[in-house]
């Protein structure tokens, strides 16, 4: 298989559990803690994006045109925040509106990440020089703990 095929499935993965997610449950918390948790995954993933603005980016793990590896802002602390953005909303959805078909699904989106995340480091590996010394310097996903 090809990179742009694998890359190509993990996203369509990626997508398609967010939508179950959306549209399986109340997409608004029934807590206040929840709802707290869920605008902490909407600003990671604004400042996130906010930070890749001067880059060309591409929503599959491809390493296309990018002007340069991005290391400042929240990436100086954690490699994938938009992933764990996405980890976290749909964390929030599974726990307001449990049920154990949608733990399941919430698993293998999990894996699904941690799958993705390796394969777009190997590719960014080859891609950017600098990259072997950034990831020495960040989280992957969760600071302090992955």
């Known amino acids: 298989m090809n990179n742009r095929s694998k890359s190509l499935i993990y996203d369509v993965i990626q997508v398609s559990f967010l939508i179950y997610f959306l549209l399986t449950g109340p997409v608004i918390p029934s807590s206040a803690i929840l709802a707290f948790l869920q605008i902490v995954a909407f600003l990671i993933l604004g400042i996130a994006a906010w ?3 001067k880059t060309k980016y591409y ?4 390493v296309g045109k990018q002007n340069g590896l991005v290391k400042t802002g929240i990436f100086s602390y954690i490699r994938n925040p938009m992933y764990l953005s996405q ?9 307001n509106s449990f049920s154990l078909y949608r733990g399941i699904i ?27 010394h950034y990831k020495k310097t960040t989280w992957r996903l969760i600071p302090y703990l992955y």
């Open 51 to 53: 930070d890749m603005r």
């Open 59 to 62: 929503r599959v793990p491809d």
């Open 87 to 95: 980890l976290v909303f749909c964390g929030v959805l599974l726990i």
């Open 106 to 132: 919430y698993i293998i989106y999990i894996v699904n990440f941690l799958s993705k995340i390796n394969y777009e480091e190997k590719l960014l590996s080859t891609h950017f020089s600098e990259f072997e």
